[in-house]
């Protein structure tokens, strides 16, 4: 009954940029984190950003000074601005909610993914 909608992925030079956007919509009485992941085949998901309700944002180390992860509380929504982009971040990026439902049960949603490829 929720669904996490992403867009903003594409082809792009290195040391270009791309935003990824992802909102959630359903039966929400509160988001606690929205995150991004990405995969690349034959390897393990990794963690890339994450907005914890409150205002903590961490992001793996190998993006640092590069991407920013921003939060839209009212639109449920969460961003993801990529800059100065390396063939090394291409990957498929997932949405990811950790959503509170008015039962006060807890469950993750993920988006259906979109392709960043970093290519010259």
């Known amino acids: 009954q929720v669904q996490l909608v992403e867009s903003g992925g594409g082809l792009v030079q290195p040391g270009g940029s791309l935003r990824l956007s992802c909102a959630a919509s359903?039966?929400?009485?509160?988001?606690?984190?929205m995150g991004w992941y990405r995969q690349v085949p034959g390897k393990q998901r990794e963690l890339v950003a994450a907005s914890i309700s409150g205002g903590n944002t961490n992001y793996v180390d190998s993006v640092k000074g590069r991407f920013t992860i921003s939060r839209d509380n009212d639109k449920n929504a969460v961003y993801l601005q990529m800059n100065s982009l390396k063939p090394e971040d291409t990957a498929v990026y997932y949405c990811?909610?950790?959503?509170?439902?008015?039962?006060?049960?807890?469950?993750?949603?993920w988006g259906q993914g979109t392709q960043v490829t970093v290519s010259s």
């Open positions: 990811h909610a950790r959503v509170v439902h008015y039962s006060k049960y807890s469950f993750d949603y």
């Open positions: 359903g039966s929400i009485f509160s988001i606690d984190t």
